[in-house]
């Protein structure tokens, strides 16, 4: 008889509806998630576009005895990027960061080299404009950074040139660039796809500051994330509130919390940003991961995608439409009805009728 009574109670157990089938399918975020990936034209314009300046560097009769080699770095490097932007109907370019190592040495002033390189380009690109570390140059096909580092030892230990400072940096492109490999196959390939989730969040939430951004996030995705969870919506959601609870004492005190760059121990990639900025961006992960959590919670998918849409702008897909089951969809000759074949005139035709 006990049995019975536990096979019964398993019965009603099985036959509770799951929340994964309630919630907004994985397959919109899916969806969602091609529909902000770079198109094949993005890709082979920005291809192009480094192609020909890293040529242009290297053959350059005045920079070509400085350089030594170049290669690609950042967003578009590590496969983290999203679409660019459309402004005014028009889609932007994309944005590409360019490494070139020059011959430069740490005995080199920092201001020298920027400069160096900037005069270079402006020589082949207009427009061009120096940075702290970097020369962005626009072209018709993509907007890039060229970054100036130095390897003295020939043992790929780099530094970047930092002109405000004066002062060369430790730093490490390719690491970051295995780091985001490795992580993703260690999160069974769905670390890049949230890191996108969450640069397309920000760009369509942003704050008065324009940090934390790029490789913050991914570092931010990678130490909060969970490894197990399979639905987008629901690690999304979990990725924010998970950060914001790991940083709640930091903002509570009024401090900007320590982000090791997982590529250089002991450097703090948050290092350099206000607490405005940082109280801003966590004040909106907060309140979104409220609304987030709602969506999911949600069985009326009209009414969740309201709410997805508010996390992620419009081109996060709607739910598909519904078959119609009004009177349009219903209005069937009943079966006792006949319609003739030919006109019909009435019986008592009143005078004047034609």
Not at 97 to 105: A, E, F, P, Q, R
Request: charged residues 25%; hydrophobic residues 35%.
């Amino acid at each position: 008889m006990s049995n019975i009574l536990v096979v019964n109670t398993n019965i009603g157990y099985f036959n509770e509806p799951k929340k994964e089938f309630r919630m907004t399918p994985n397959a919109r975020f899916t969806e969602f998630l091609t529909d902000i990936e770079p198109s094949s034209t993005t890709k082979t314009n920005a291809s192009s576009a480094h192609t020909k300046l890293r040529a242009t560097l290297r053959g350059d009769e005045t920079f070509g005895p400085l350089h030594r080699h170049t290669f690609l770095s950042g967003s578009y490097k590590r496969d983290t990027a999203i679409r660019p932007r459309i402004k005014n109907g028009n889609g932007q370019r994309p944005d590409v960061d360019i490494i070139v190592v020059t011959n430069h040495g740490l005995y080199d002033d920092p201001v020298d080299v920027v400069d160096a390189i900037h005069a270079a380009l402006n020589r082949h690109y207009t427009p061009t404009n120096r940075q702290a570390r970097s020369v962005s140059v626009s072209s018709t096909l993509a907007d890039m950074d060229v970054v100036p580092l130095i390897d003295p030892d020939d043992t790929a230990t780099y530094y970047i040139a930092d002109r405000l400072q004066r002062e060369w940096l430790r730093t490490n492109p390719p690491g970051h660039t295995q780091w985001t490999t490795d992580t993703n196959t260690a999160m069974s390939g769905r670390f890049k796809p949230l890191v996108k989730l969450f640069k397309w969040w920000r760009r369509e939430n942003p704050t008065l500051a324009k940090r934390p951004k790029g490789f913050i996030l991914e570092v931010l995705a990678a130490e909060c994330m969970n490894s197990t969870e399979t639905h987008y919506g629901e690690l999304f959601v979990q990725l924010l509130e998970s950060v914001v609870d790991r940083f709640a004492f930091d903002v509570m005190i009024g401090a900007v919390p320590t982000l090791e760059d997982p590529s250089m121990p002991g450097n703090n990639i948050l290092s350099g940003l206000s607490f405005a900025a940082f109280e801003g961006f966590y004040n909106k992960m907060k309140t979104h991961a409220a609304i987030g959590r709602a969506a999911l919670e949600l069985d009326d998918q009209d009414k969740a995608t309201e709410k997805w849409r508010q996390l992620f702008g419009e081109r996060f897909p709607k739910p598909p439409l519904k078959k119609s089951t009004g009177l349009l969809g219903t209005a069937v000759a009943s079966p006792g009805l006949v319609f003739p074949d030919h006109p019909v005139r009435p019986a008592n035709k009143p005078a004047g009728f034609a």
